[in-house]
T-cell receptor, first 110, second 114 residues
Framework: SQQGEEDPQALSIQEGENATMNCSYK?????LQWYRQNSGRGLVHLIL?????REKHSGRLRVTLDTSKKSSSLLITASRAADTASYFC??????????FGRGTSLIVHP | GAGVSQSPRYKVAKRGQDVALRCDPI?????LFWYQQALGQGPEFLTY????????KSGLPSDRFFAERPEGSVSTLKIQRTQQEDSAVYLC????????????FGQGTRLTVV
């Protein structure tokens, strides 16, 4: 069963715009991670945020975590066509085993 | 090698055939995970190893699925008597110990059962 649920399922934007994806989960976590998957490829780890952190940045990525609402968001600023991919959140359910949601499919039009 | 390597990249099996999928994790990585990803879905957890010990196999869908990591490095996922519903991409990931800084994924093996 999948722990996290990403929202929206699909997102289509123009290059230069910001993209925001959300993730909700059900049980307590130690950390939450975001991954990117290009079509037909493996997953690439983007960023990890621990349960005692509220916000984290990495380049054009900004992740927030609200443990009271059991939700996280991933913001990609100034998007590029190369950001086109599926994005997944993964929670650990307290066991350090990443458990993935269904993902958000992002299309960035040049 | 520099990353997680999986072989074969593609496998076509006739229904009822046994298959073996190989994963070479990053050298020195203690934790190894197998996931199954159906088209348009997120990866579903299958099993987890810490060194040679299989600590969690709760995600294996049936007793036709078997995984091993006998020397704590290379792992093999075996599927016996394959069924059409086994068609998916099988992903392997490794991390140093607990994946507290993220797990590194291989490119996956796409299994098609015909």
């Amino acid at each position: 069963s999948q722990q996290g649920e990403e929202d929206p399922q699909a997102l289509s934007i123009q290059e230069g715009e910001n993209a925001t994806m959300n993730c909700s989960y059900k049980t307590s976590i130690n950390n939450l991670q975001w991954y990117r998957q290009n079509s037909g490829r493996g997953l690439v780890h983007l960023i990890l945020i621990r349960s005692n952190e509220r916000e984290k940045h990495s380049g054009r990525l900004r992740v927030t975590l609200d443990t009271s609402k059991k939700s996280s968001s991933l913001l990609i600023t100034a998007s590029r066509a190369a950001d086109t991919a599926s994005y997944f959140c993964a929670t650990d359910r307290g066991s350090y085993i990443p458990t993935f949601g269904r993902g958000t499919s992002l299309i960035v039009h040049p | 090698g520099a990353g997680v390597s999986q072989s074969p990249r593609y496998k076509v099996a006739k229904r009822g055939q046994d298959v073996a999928l190989r994963c070479d994790p990053i050298s020195g990585h203690v934790s190894l995970f197998w996931y199954q990803q159906a088209l348009g879905q997120g990866p579903e957890f299958l099993t987890y190893f810490q060194n040679e010990a299989q600590l969690d196999k709760s995600g294996l869908p049936s007793d036709r699925f078997f995984a091993e990591r006998p020397e704590g490095s290379v792992s093999t996922l075996k599927i016996q008597r394959t069924q059409q519903e086994d068609s998916a991409v099988y992903l392997c990931a490794s991390s140093l110990i607990a994946p507290t800084e993220g797990a590194f994924f291989g490119q996956g093996t796409r299994l098609t059962v015909v």
